[in-house]
């Protein structure tokens, strides 16, 4: 005898993943409760105000925020495009350029505030009469049972439905329940994020350094007036050189960024307050359990270097939620294991050939031997020359990429 159940689908975690995976799920028709222990606030943008963490989203993950209705609630102008991508080696003089010309199409990509893209999803989902958003309660405990999935949360209430989506991060709380292994690894680095003020302006190009201690990347920001002096930074550093980075006054601060960085912008003349992040690498070894699911950082957690952290989690929402609109037209149970198999047979394999290649790229730069830095310096001096070698490797960071219409078209 089949139960009778609240929701077809519960969602623990209110970030970007979550969201979009409600929306899109809401549009094939099932119905949703979403938990969030967070409270949203209203946001209004502030001309040269910026938040320290930022996403670089790519063409294909905006095309899918455009889908949901998402990126068209961004405010004017807080979506930065970036048409360049500089990287270099800071132990020697090789060098590589990425540029749209290269794909035929009118950016890489975008950096966005991720508060932004969060406001953004909510204020979607809020106009979706299939999402119940439940806003400030965590969860206190679940269970499966043969045909659906039981909730507690944090205030008492007890919710059922047939599927239940992890999306509460690094440190699922429901994949722990659910006993599933993990394989990862600590890098014993921090990444150091903050807003910084430079003298020239940016001109939407990203650029990444590889220093002996890691990446430092600046990330090109933009608010409604149109500012570009002011980037995002991303600097992996050692533990043990990073509470003495974070400890620095603004001025000595600066002048180390400026250092590591080369001045490639010119004068660093100001910057917000230092934020710093423990960086590890994480890989469930499966993504399911009996009606249950994990999607985005529950399921992997990768190094920040390629910046594709959240467009892997926003491919896994776009495929599972096409797993299910494709079951709902079946007439099928969300929560049939088939299903959920069918979505782990896609995006695991995908995921883990993205954390081995920028697994691969980070120990490569990540050596201080010799012949690897030669090796490397000349490998990339030699791809830089040629762009039809580039373009495998630009499709394959930024996803299907649909070229720009030619004037003749």
């Not at 070894?285 to 926003?314: C, E, T, W």
Request: glycine share 8%; hydrophobic share 40%.
């Amino acid at each position: 005898m089949t139960s009778t159940t609240d929701y077809d689908l519960i969602i623990i975690g209110g970030g970007m993943v979550g969201l979009s995976l409600a929306i899109d799920s809401a549009r094939a028709g099932l119905t949703i409760a979403l938990v969030e222990q967070g409270i949203p606030e209203p946001l209004t943008p502030v001309a040269g105000v910026y938040a320290p963490r930022v996403s670089a989203i790519s063409r294909q993950s905006q095309r899918f925020l455009s889908r949901l209705g998402a990126w068209q609630r961004l405010p004017q102008g807080r979506a930065c495009a970036y048409r360049q991508m500089r990287v270099w080696d800071g132990q020697g003089q090789g060098r590589i350029d990425f540029d749209a010309d290269d794909v035929q199409t009118e950016e890489l990509g975008h950096i966005v505030e991720n508060h932004w893209l969060i406001n953004a999803l909510w204020q979607q989902a809020e106009q979706l009469p299939g999402i119940n958003l439940l806003a400030g309660r965590t969860l206190d405990l679940w269970h499966s049972l043969e045909d659906h999935v039981q909730v507690n949360l944090s205030d008492g209430q007890q919710l059922t439905a047939r599927v239940l989506a992890a999306c509460d991060g690094r440190f699922s709380a429901v994949r722990r329940d659910a006993n599933l292994g993990t394989r990862e690894w600590d890098y014993d680095q921090q990444a150091i994020v903050t807003t910084v003020r430079h003298q020239h302006c940016h001109n939407g190009v990203a650029q990444q350094v590889f220093l002996d201690t890691g990446p430092l990347a600046f990330l090109p920001l933009q608010d409604e007036q149109g500012d570009q002096q002011s980037s995002s930074i991303v600097w992996s550093v050692d533990n043990n050189a990073a509470r003495p980075l974070l400890d620095l006054s603004k001025a000595d601060f600066l002048t180390a960024l400026n250092r590591a960085f080369e001045h490639s912008l010119g004068e660093l003349n100001d910057c917000d307050e230092r934020h710093s992040f423990p960086l590890q690498q994480m890989h469930s070894k499966s993504y399911l359990a009996p009606r249950m699911v994990l999607l985005g950082d529950a399921a992997h957690a990768i190094h920040p270097l390629a910046g594709q952290g959240v467009n892997l989690g926003f491919q896994d929402a776009e495929i599972l939620a096409a797993e299910w609109q494709r079951a709902a037209h079946r007439g099928e149970d969300p929560g049939n294991e088939r299903i959920l198999r069918r979505y782990q047979r896609q995006r695991k394999g995908h995921n883990l050939a993205a954390m081995a290649a920028v697994e691969g790229f980070k120990r490569l730069f990540g050596s201080h031997h010799p012949l690897a830095v030669l090796g490397r310096n000349w490998g990339m001096t030699q791809l830089d020359r040629y762009s039809l070698v580039k373009r495998p490797l630009i499709r394959t960071a930024l996803g299907s990429v649909k070229p720009k219409q030619s004037p003749l078209a």
